[in-house]
């Protein structure tokens, strides 16, 4: 495996197969990351907040359980407490931790990390990282992603694959700069992406066993994305429910659908076409991830900070930006935070 990948990446003239990644967090979405990247032959450091963490990782590496059950052999990896870390790093550096920890001193560190250039990989779910980290980083280019990947880590070194998505890179104003309608493959003849170390980023992660997207249009995949973790992410979360029990009673459903509503209007207002009619989106996630607990729920649960102003708080403000009113949202925003 490791062969053919290294093959593969050498086919494509493509340096990065010798750079270290590094991922940023150690939680459920940076270990399932940081493990598969590292069991298909990549060089991987995980950056973590902890040393025990780091330590744990160093000697028993990460254990990934797949959605069949079954636990793959644990993969080795560097992994390294963020406060140590020292110098440049010159390979693709993938940003997991949440938006609740964008603060003064990550932006710090990341500024050193990136030398003032360099390139991130942004992961989080909802909305507003992207224009704080452009602000607080100016000379690094910023790569937002999209992703339905569904992880839960169990433990400081293992992590549960909760569900098969993809993943969907694109870049600021890529809408203005490359006008292609469409979604595209990396596979597709038609995926017209200019910059090609994003582009070799996404084959690397394929090789990993993603499904990955160029998109032209990430801002409105965003948006979508945005409109589901508006409804299921605050309501599973005060009503203490895996997702699969949203839409399961009256009461509940005529809740999620009130809240939907006045979300696509604000949202559609915002750039997101046909906002109403994806309704049978969020009912098909919350099928598709019923034994899950939100992300939100996750937090509440652990008493940690929520990303609620990142998700419907950032709806109360695309409302008021558009001269619409959003009460629920606001509501559910005052209900977690008051929790
Ligand atoms: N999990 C999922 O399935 C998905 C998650 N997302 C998004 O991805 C992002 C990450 O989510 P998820 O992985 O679930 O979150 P987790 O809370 O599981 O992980 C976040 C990690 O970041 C670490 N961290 C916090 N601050 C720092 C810091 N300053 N330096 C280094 N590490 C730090 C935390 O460390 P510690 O544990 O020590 O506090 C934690 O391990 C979120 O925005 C989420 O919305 C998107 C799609 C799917
Ligand atoms: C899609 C969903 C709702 C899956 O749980 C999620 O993204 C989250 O929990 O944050």
């Known amino acids: 495996m490791l062969q053919s990948f290294q093959k593969s990446i050498t086919d494509k003239g493509c340096c990065l197969a010798m750079s270290e990644w590094a991922v940023v967090g150690g939680g459920s979405l940076g270990l399932l990351l940081a493990g598969k990247l590292a069991a298909a032959g990549c060089r991987v450091v995980l950056w973590t907040r902890t040393s025990e963490q780091a330590e744990r990782i160093e000697a028993d590496g990460i254990a990934i359980e797949e959605m069949s059950g079954v636990v793959s052999q644990p993969v080795r990896l560097r992994a390294i407490p963020i406060s140590s870390v020292k110098g440049i790093h010159e390979g693709p550096i993938l940003l997991t931790v949440k938006q609740t920890a964008l603060d003064s001193e990550l932006y710090s560190f990341l500024r050193l990390a990136t030398g003032g250039a360099g390139r991130i990989y942004l992961f989080q779910n909802g909305v507003g990282h992207v224009e704080k980290l452009a602000r607080a980083l100016p000379g690094t280019t910023l790569t937002p992603a999209i992703t339905t990947e569904g992880a839960l880590r169990l433990g400081p070194s293992s992590v ?180």
């Open 160 to 339: 549960r694959h909760t569900g098969k998505g993809a993943i969907w890179f694109g870049v600021v104003g890529a809408a203005e700069l490359l006008p292609m309608p469409m979604t595209t493959g990396i596979d597709s003849e038609n995926a017209l992406f200019a910059d090609s170390s994003v582009r070799n980023v996404a084959e690397m992660m394929k090789q990993a066993g993603f499904t990955v997207f160029l998109s032209n249009e990430l801002e409105k995949r965003v948006l979508r994305k945005l409109l589901i973790n508006s409804v299921i992410n605050p309501l599973t979360a005060l009503l203490r429910i895996p997702n699969g029990q949203l839409l399961k009673t009256p009461e509940r459903l005529s809740l999620a659908r009130e809240l939907f509503d006045e979300t696509a209007k604000v949202l559609e207002r915002s750039g997101l076409p046909d906002a109403a009619n994806a309704w049978d989106e969020v009912a098909a996630v919350c099928e598709a991830t019923a034994t899950n607990l939100s992300s939100m729920l996750q937090d509440v649960q652990a008493g940690r900070a929520t990303e609620i102003d990142a998700i419907n708080g950032a709806v109360c403000r695309l409302a008021e930006r558009n001269g619409l009113e959003a009460p629920l949202n606001a509501a559910v925003t005052a209900l977690i935070k008051a929790l």
